[in-house]
T-cell receptor, first 114, second 110 residues
Framework: AAGVIQSPRHLIKEKRETATLKCYPIPRHDTVYWYQQGPGQDPQFLISFYEKMQSDKGSIPDRFSAQQFSDYHSELNMSSLELGDSALYFC?????????????FGPGTRLTVT | QKEVEQNSGPLSVPEGAIASLNCTYSDRGSQSFFWYRQYSGKSPELIMSIYSNGDKEDGRFTAQLNKASQYVSLLIRDSQPSDSATYLCAVITGRRALTFGSGTRLQVQP
């Protein structure tokens, strides 16, 4: 079965640079979520989109923005990167109303800020 | 206090034994409950979901939910070394994003 696709898998940036992470949800899933997982921490919710509209917002810094496009893929844009932004970034997708909003995670993007 | 609490472990069990993982949550309005397995450096993998009180079994896994006690557990029967991972309890409350516990690290000894 098709899974969530994320790109790139690894990204190295310098402080103050920008980064764009991409997510392609499971086909027919209408909701995309972004999570950040720092070393030794549990995943923290950043932001979600349902049918291309922002639906929920978590602990996303103002330096970050995201959107969902007409083909349902989503991009997380990160500007003025800081060392503390180094983390694993996961995208998950779900089907609204389907099986209690079960979320399926992509493989993640490992961002390293130097 | 975290909204979802788990014992960080490590929980060490011998191969073939039953591993019991526990989780408590603070929001009585929580609606959906999940267990994810995460290997080091990999993404969380959904292994069980449960929505109503009682037990739900799937293969070697059994999830148990007690909403009155705000308690969720996961039993892994016939534990295998390949089950060694961090198990994350996750809850959906008012918003539909997941709130995770800190995870319990399970070690299955051959």
């Amino acid at each position: 079965a098709a899974g969530v696709i994320q790109s790139p898998r690894h990204l190295i940036k310098e402080k103050r640079e920008t980064a764009t992470l991409k997510c392609y949800p499971i086909p027919r899933h209408d909701t995309v979520y972004w999570y950040q997982q720092g070393p030794g921490q549990d995943p923290q919710f950043l932001i979600s989109f349902y049918e291309k509209m922002q639906s929920d917002k978590g602990s996303i810094p103002d330096r970050f923005s995201a959107q969902q496009f007409s083909d349902y893929h989503s991009e997380l844009n990160m500007s003025s990167l800081e060392l503390g932004d180094s983390a694993l970034y996961f995208c998950a997708s779900s089907l609204q109303g389907g099986r209690g909003y079960e979320q399926y995670f992509g493989p993640g993007t490992r961002l390293t800020v130097t | 206090q975290k909204e979802v609490e788990q014992n960080s472990g490590p929980l060490s069990v011998p191969e073939g034994a039953i591993a019991s993982l526990n989780c408590t949550y603070s929001d009585r309005g929580s609606q959906s409950f999940f267990w994810y397995r995460q290997y080091s450096g990999k993404s969380p993998e959904l292994i069980m979901s449960i929505y109503s009180n009682g037990d739900k079994e799937d293969g070697r896994f059994t999830a148990q939910l007690n909403k009155a006690s705000q308690y969720v557990s996961l039993l892994i029967r016939d534990s295998q070394p390949s089950d060694s991972a961090t198990y994350l309890c996750a809850v959906i409350t008012g918003r539909r994003a997941l709130t995770f516990g800190s995870g319990t690290r399970l070690q299955v000894q051959p």
